[in-house]
């Protein structure tokens, strides 16, 4: 046996993997998706060019960056190949659980909208949009993102079908929406992949989101049902249970005296910390043996009539910093969605039918979560001051990284 010293030791060390050979590795997770070789490959070309520095994420560049003289490959993927999506993104609820899974881990849901012309891609229809800030022709989709001390991503993906489009026979079978699907409201889609994301296992110990799922009793009472912790945002006329009686969330926070508001910090921004000043109220709810809920307030610093509001359900010892840092968490969503779009083309698809959108969608929901894992484990190597590894087999390699299952 050679014995190991400091001057042979660059013939026991071999370079890191590169980008492009752990990319390699990783989507070999997917290979049980694609039962047929040219369709698996074709899904390995299709999340490269997602993930690839072009431009414009159409077809054609998609085409053009993986070496294909036309875009009848992509397009083939997209619609008239056999796989299921969904299978896709129950891998990608794996991969969040082995790298990004947490026991402080956040779900959260919110929508955003895709701008379109004309009338015949699925769910298209004159509707607010908070891509455009505007009521303009869209499709919108609710999503399910995942954050915790170790990352965040989107993990799943829901088509918002308007009542119109639900009822219409003619523009369903065109766009190819399945017999089994009813119209739905955006707060029972997000319960919808919060299921899939329980059944799953993945570790969520508090749901936050936006005024339209936190003003849905249904939603909250489900939630509270399964013993859920979250901390909803809700409207400022939103009535609460207080002294036996209902009240304003607005006007029970003007009784607040000054000095039962707090200056503190929701969490890091880009411009640094985010500072406002808090205030915490319990209310009067049906009991619910170690849980109760609050009121919580939210004031700018530099206008005090500038006021958002959360109805929080959690542990009775939860104290208000969690609240305050969950209720921030919700803004890991919107870079989600502002990366997703920049980064792996979310928003740069071209088809029509019920089931392209969540063949694109779950696709490029998938290069976002690779990417967020691969740039964590790049960055946890370079912390470590390595660049290189003692030799081992390929095989090794693969499960000491966990990107493929022993």
């Not at 889609?189 to 936006?210: C, H, N, P, Q």
């Not at 013993?227 to 607005?250: K, M, N």
């Amino acid at each position: 046996m050679t014995t190991l010293t400091l001057s042979n030791l660059h013939e026991h060390l071999i370079p890191l993997p590169s980008w492009e050979e752990q990319l390699d590795i990783a989507l070999q997770r997917l290979d049980p998706c694609f039962p047929r070789k040219e369709v698996r490959q074709q899904a390995h070309d299709y999340l490269k060019g997602l993930l690839s520095p072009v431009e414009r994420k159409n077809g054609w560049q998609l085409a053009e960056y993986v070496g294909h003289n036309n875009p009848y490959r992509i397009q083939h993927l997209l619609d008239r190949a056999v796989w299921d999506a969904d299978d896709v993104r129950d891998e990608l609820t794996r991969l969040v659980i082995q790298y990004l899974g947490d026991p402080d881990g956040v779900a959260v849901f919110d929508e955003t909208g895709f701008l379109k012309k004309g009338q015949y891609s699925c769910g298209v229809k004159r509707q607010y949009s908070g891509t455009a800030g505007r009521i303009d022709n869209c499709q919108v989709g609710v999503f399910l993102g995942y954050a915790s001390a170790k990352g965040h991503t989107l993990i799943d993906r829901e088509l918002y079908l308007p009542e119109e489009w639900a009822e219409d026979k003619d523009r369903r079978e065109k766009a190819k929406v399945p017999e089994k699907i009813e119209f739905a409201t955006k707060p029972q889609l997000a319960w919808k992949m919060l299921e899939r994301a329980y059944l799953a296992g993945l570790s969520i110990s508090f749901v936050t989101g936006d005024t339209v799922y936190g003003d849905n009793p249904d939603l909250r009472q489900k939630l509270q049902k399964r013993g859920q912790s979250y901390v909803l945002a809700v409207p400022t006329d939103t009535r609460l249970g207080w002294e036996q009686g209902q009240i304003r969330a607005q006007t029970l926070a003007r009784r607040l005296g000054e000095q039962e508001w707090q200056t503190l910090s929701c969490g890091a921004g880009a411009k640094g910390e985010r500072l406002f000043d808090w205030a915490c109220l319990p209310l009067d709810a049906p009991e619910q043996e170690g849980f109760g809920h609050w009121l919580l307030a939210r004031r700018s610093l530099t206008d005090a009539t500038e006021l958002a509001y959360y109805l929080v359900f959690a542990p009775l010892d939860t104290p208000l910093s969690r609240m305050i840092q969950v209720a921030g968490t919700r803004w890991t969503i919107e870079v989600g969605f502002e990366n997703a779009k920049s980064e792996v083309g979310l928003d740069e698809y071209e088809v029509r039918s019920w089931h392209g959108w969540y063949r694109h969608m779950t696709l490029a929901l998938f290069a976002q979560g690779l990417l967020t894992v691969l740039k964590k484990d790049h960055q946890e190597q370079t912390e470590k001051g390595g660049s290189c590894r003692r030799s081992q087999s390929l095989k090794s390699f693969k499960q000491s990284r966990g990107l493929l299952y022993p």
